[in-house]
């Protein structure tokens, strides 16, 4: 197939599997004034001499101004700044009032609380298709030893949570289960009574453990993504650790698709497994998702945000 021939979203979505980290890339314009825009196309490139790169796509409204910066800093966010990332996604008019920071050794803005950052002086320009090729001579560093916040298929993860909360499940058996999409359907098990799939815990990587049994389940590619729900069932004494997952094109070989409609009408095992796929196809309708501690009768939500960290 022909490049010109890729369905432009659907190769987006493909790169989107790739997990990654999160970064506000920052700068100063020619007055003086910080300028900054979130990006996870950013990578290291060499250690001697010490040199980065980040892209930035050419339809940014900072791309004039950062491709003729002589320095630029890389904000590595942490696993608690989701917010920061959203905020320099979006076009709000004083990002920085929102954010915590101070100017760097050479001027460029550094954000409090980071995993790390890195200032740079500008080593080249590189124009690569619809974005050019940022690459930076690291010329001060600090490395805070916090977690960084993870980016893929389209949803943040803190690479951590679902390690803390097999930690905390002390006392009962551990369930893993999965909301496994397909194009906007739900896979469901089941004739009359219908349930998500799910596992029990083998080893200390739940989310290769959940991945391997939906294989063997359906016979599709199965790729685990974000952290959905996380509670504990008294009905049954077990900790459930549910996550987002997506399939490949194919018939399952067991269980099936249902479309929103169809599995909004479905009747399943128990409650929280209702309350779990009906609070997946209300979010799916607006583009944002969240993550549920609690139990089987109540708990919190906390956002995820379903944006695109690219620039």
Known sequence: MRVEEFDPRALRDAFG??????????ANDA??????????????????????????ARTSLNYATMTGARRFAVNI?????KDVSNTFARPVEDRFAAVDWRKGPNGCPIFSQVAAWFECAMQDL?????HVIMI?????????GLNGLGYARGGYFTPRLAGK?????????IRLGAVLEQHGSVYLLGEETLSIPSCTVEGDDPARTLAAHLQQLTGLTVTIGFLYSVYEDKSDARQH???????????????RFFGPDAAAAAKFKNPATADIVNRFLSESTIGNFGMYFGDETGGTVHPIAKKDARS
Do not use: K, W
Not at 19 to 24: I, K, M, N, P, Y
């Open 77 to 81: 966010l942490s696993e608690t700044q």
């Open 31 to 56: 007055a003086g004034r910080p300028i900054g825009f979130t990006a996870n196309s950013f990578t290291s490139v060499s250690l001697d001499p010490p040199l980065l790169l980040v892209c930035l």
């Open 17 to 26: 599997a790739f997990a990654t980290g999160v970064t506000v890339v920052t």
């Open 241 to 255: 650790i549910v996550y987002h997952a997506l399939a490949g094109d194919g018939v399952p070989r067991e269980g």
């Open 126 to 130: 590189i124009e690569a298709g619809d």
């Open 136 to 144: 930076g001579r690291v010329t001060a560093f600090e490395n805070s």
């Open 165 to 173: 909360a097999v930690s905390a499940a002390v006392g009962g058996e």
